[in-house]
């Protein structure tokens, strides 16, 4: 992922989020550490517009920033996704979760930094257990597409944890 495929920008409470290429679980890490900066009072809207594909791990982590929202009965906006963005979204049962609009009025607004670096192997793993979690308790027909991977990315957390720690 490069840096420009994926920018995070907030203005006067509103994240706005800029979504390039193919989205998959390196834009997801960034995303979730954004997660921890958004208030009862912040609203987030997500533009798909440059967005050609995205991976499970990302509509994850899409899923859990839209129940955060939702717990407080605000909704995640999403610009300018594409029928086939859509299609996959209506496929795992979750574009319920969120608002679908072809465009945006809000523009500008401070580049924010986000402390979810792609790079880290356990924040990944961290974070691909955690998106299709959400996209299972988000509904409940996903759990068996995604029992595997969680698995798997459980396991990846342990063993990484444990290699983290026989180097300390």
Do not use: W
Not at 87 to 92: Q, S, Y
Request: with cysteine; glycine share 8%; hydrophobic share 40%.
């Amino acid at each position: 992922m490069r840096s420009e495929d994926l920018k995070i920008t907030e203005l006067d409470g509103i994240f706005s989020v800029e979504v390039a290429g193919r989205a998959n679980f390196d834009y997801a890490v960034p995303l979730r550490a954004m997660a921890e900066k958004l208030t009862d009072s912040t609203q987030l809207q997500i533009d798909l517009t440059d967005c050609e594909a995205m991976d499970s791990t990302f509509m994850g982590v899409l899923t859990m920033l839209a129940l955060k929202l939702r717990k407080r009965g605000d909704r995640v906006m999403l610009i300018g996704a594409s029928e086939t963005l859509l299609k996959l979204l209506r496929d795992l049962g979750v574009a319920k979760l969120f608002n679908c609009v072809s465009e945006s009025s809000a523009t500008g607004g401070k580049r924010v930094e986000t402390t979810g670096n792609s790079g880290d192997m356990l924040a990944t793993a961290e974070t691909v257990a955690e998106a299709h979690r959400a996209l299972v308790g988000a509904n409940a027909d996903n759990a068996a597409k995604f029992e595997q991977v969680i698995e798997f990315a459980d396991r990846d957390v342990e063993r990484l944890k444990r290699s983290g720690r026989e180097t300390d």
